[in-house]
C-alpha cells in the first residue's frame, strides 16, 4: 500500500515520514530525490534541477510527471510504502492509477512551530501551495485535502509521535 504524505513547508512531513517508516515498517520513497534522478537522465536537463522541474510540471504536468516517478518505483517487501510528499491533487490522482488503495496523509502544525524550521521565509511558497491544494483540475475532486484519510501533528514530543504512529499502524492494519 501506497500512503502520501502532504503538508506546508516545515510542518515534519519529511520526520514523520521517517518516524512511520520504522514503527510500521515502511519503505521511504522520497519525490525530490526521485525528480533529481529523473532531472540526470533527462534529455531536456539544464544546469538547475529546480527549475528543470517546475518547466517539466508546466510542459507535461504533474499527473503525468508523478506517472514518471512512479514507473521508477520498486515495490518493496514491505507492506507499507510511504511517499513524501503529495503536493497537488493531479499528483495524487496518479498516485491512485498505481495503488487504488494508497492513503493520503495531512501533517500539520503552526505557523510559530514551521518557520524556525525553515531556511528563510516560506509564507510566498505556503500560498502556491495551498492554490495546489485547491486546483480545479478535477471537476469531481476539488481539493487536495478532502483527500485525507489521516492527519498527524507536526509539533508534538518524539514519544508522543511514535504513539500517533502506533495508532496509525493499527488503523492501516483495521483498514485492509
Known amino acids: 500500500m501506497i500512503i502520501g504524505f502532504t503538508g506546508l513547508h ?5 520526520f514523520i515520514c521517517g518516524r512511520c517508516s520504522v514503527i510500521l515498517p515502511a519503505v521511504i520513497f522520497d519525490k525530490r530525490n526521485e525528480l533529481k534522478l529523473l532531472h540526470m537522465v533527462s534529455e531536456l536537463r539544464g544546469d538547475n534541477w529546480e527549475e528543470w522541474y517546475r ?3 508546466k510542459r507535461i504536468g504533474p499527473y503525468q510527471l508523478m506517472h514518471l516517478i512512479l514507473q521508477r518505483f520498486r515495490h518493496a517487501a514491505c507492506a507499507f510504502t510511504i511517499i513524501d510528499a503529495i503536493h497537488n491533487l493531479q499528483e495524487w490522482r496518479a498516485v491512485k492509477d498505481v495503488d487504488a488503495s494508497a492513503l493520503l496523509v495531512g501533517v500539520f502544525a503552526p505557523t ?5 524550521r525553515n531556511i528563510g521565509d516560506h509564507s510566498e511558497w505556503d500560498q502556491q501551495r495551498v492554490a495546489y491544494w485547491h486546483e480545479r483540475a478535477d ?8 483527500e485525507i484519510e489521516w492527519a498527524f501533528t507536526g509539533c508534538c514530543g518524539v514519544d508522543q509521535l ?4 502506533v ?6 492494519c483495521n483498514r485492509r
Open 10 to 14: 516545515g510542518s515534519g512531513k519529511s
Open 55 to 57: 518547466n517539466e510540471y
Open 112 to 116: 510559530s512551530v514551521r518557520l524556525p
Open 139 to 146: 471537476p469531481h475532486h476539488m481539493c487536495l485535502m478532502a
Open 162 to 165: 511514535d504513539a500517533q504512529c
Open 167 to 172: 495508532q496509525f499502524r493499527d488503523f492501516l
